[in-house]
Each structure stands twice: as structure tokens, then as C-alpha cells.
């Protein structure tokens, strides 16, 4: 399983300062699965589209976070893709340690700030009109951001936490030495997360996702063996 380029089986959605947002097919077929899920949850099946809808509008912000902050330390971000195991803004910040850090940490600093707006809005935004299924919405949402933000902090390459690890070793140690440890413990992470996946919550979706997340790391783990190999004890990312 590869990440898909940003064109290969999407279609555009819209275009946003200059970022082209995409839309894989795959998400739809997978969007009706998790409504089919979901309805059971609401009176109404409409708050089942609503939530889906919803966990993707959190996904494409945190992507913009991504993107914008590569964008303000002089990187690039002119794609975003959307699909079923959430998103991918393909960015390519400045081979920098403090400017790859930034660009991964804005996306969760997205998610931190929608924490206070969800909570505000669930404990006292809410019109005493509001009918059951408002309110399981919104705390429905809440707690989606919350594990949305967990999730993606955990230490476990590629995602945000296992990234944001490598930029902090890459200060001391440099960028190939700093991809391998951060993916070496990413591997085991990996595995781990589809044990719990397959065991624990039986989610056959969750073990996709560890999977896909697993098989990322595994290709970067042998990019930054390769580096290692090649560059000897110079770091060609450090070297003038």
C-alpha cells in the first residue's frame, strides 16, 4: 500500500490560496460505510452525514495547518488529499530542522485550538431549543477532535508525533540518523496498533490504518538506511 499522488483516482474539490484541494474516489464508498454505521447513533440519518462531513472538515483544517505553516518558512504546499484514511497535505518545507518542526506541529495546534471552540460551544453555545441529536452532534465532534489530536501525537512515523520526533533528534543528530530512530520505533508502534486494532477494539478499518501506517514507515526506515550507507559519517542535509 503506497500513498496516493495527490491526481492518480481524485477529483478537485476546490482551490484555496493557491492550495488544490482533491477528493480520492475510494472516500465515498468508504463515506457510505461509516454513515451505515453511524445512523444508529441519531433519530435523524441526516446527523450521520453531518458527523462524517464534519471528521473530514477537522481533517482538511489540520491539513491547512500543515500547509500554511510550510508556506511561512519559505517551503511549498500546493496540494491536499482527501480520502478515506483522512489527509495529506503534500508539503515540502525547507530542509531546516526548526522549519520541518513547525510545519508538522501546526496541524495539531489546529486540532489543540478547536478543543476550548467544541467545549465552549457544547457547554454553553447551544440553544436550550436544541433537540438530541444537536447535542450528540457536537459532543460527538468534541470528542472526534480529541482523538484526532491523540492519535495523530503519537510517536509513530509517518504520522504528525513520529515526524515532530524526528525534527527534535534531527536538531542533535541529523536528518538520516534522526529518520532511522524515529521510524524504528514507529515500526514497533505500528505493530502494536494493529494487535490493538485486531484484539482489543476489532475494528478491521483501525488494522487498515495501522497497517498503511506501518507499511509507510517501513519504506522510510529503509530510505534512511540507505542514506546512512551512502553518506558515511556526513550528513549531506547538514553539510554546507
Not at 510550510?70 to 517551503?75: L, N
Request: net charge neutral; aromatic share 14%; charged share 10%.
Amino acid at each position: 500500500m503506497t500513498t496516493p499522488h495527490p491526481q492518480q483516482g481524485a477529483f478537485p474539490l476546490f482551490r484555496f490560496k493557491g492550495i488544490q484541494v482533491s477528493l480520492h474516489w475510494s472516500w465515498l464508498l468508504v463515506a457510505l460505510w461509516q454513515i451505515q454505521r453511524n445512523r444508529e447513533t441519531y433519530d435523524l440519518v441526516a446527523f450521520a452525514v453531518f458527523e462524517y462531513l464534519a471528521l473530514f472538515a477537522m481533517v482538511l483544517l489540520h491539513e491547512f495547518g500543515h500547509a500554511f505553516a510550510s508556506r511561512s518558512v519559505g517551503g511549498r504546499a500546493e496540494n491536499i488529499l482527501l480520502w478515506p484514511f483522512g489527509g495529506i497535505a503534500y508539503i515540502n518545507a525547507p530542509r531546516r530542522p526548526g522549519a520541518f518542526l513547525w510545519s508538522i506541529a501546526a496541524g495539531p495546534l489546529v486540532n489543540v485550538a478547536l478543543v476550548p471552540v467544541l467545549w465552549l460551544l457544547l457547554h454553553y453555545g447551544l440553544p436550550e431549543s436544541a433537540g438530541p441529536d444537536t447535542v450528540t452532534f457536537v459532543y460527538v465532534l468534541f470528542q472526534i477532535n480529541l482523538v484526532l489530536l491523540i492519535f495523530n501525537l503519537l510517536p509513530i512515523y509517518p504520522m504528525d508525533g513520529g515526524q515532530i520526533l524526528q525534527a527534535l533528534l534531527w536538531y542533535r543528530l541529523g536528518y538520516p540518523k534522526a529518520l532511522l530512530i524515529a521510524t524504528g520505533i514507529g515500526l514497533v508502534g505500528g505493530v502494536a496498533l494493529i494487535a490493538l486494532a485486531l484484539i482489543y477494539l476489532e475494528s478491521v478499518y483501525s488494522a487498515l490504518l495501522a497497517g498503511f501506517l506501518l507499511l509507510n514507515c517501513w519504506k522510510a526506515f529503509q530510505a534512511s538506511r540507505a542514506m546512512l550507507a551512502e553518506a558515511g559519517p556526513v550528513d549531506p542535509l547538514q553539510a554546507p
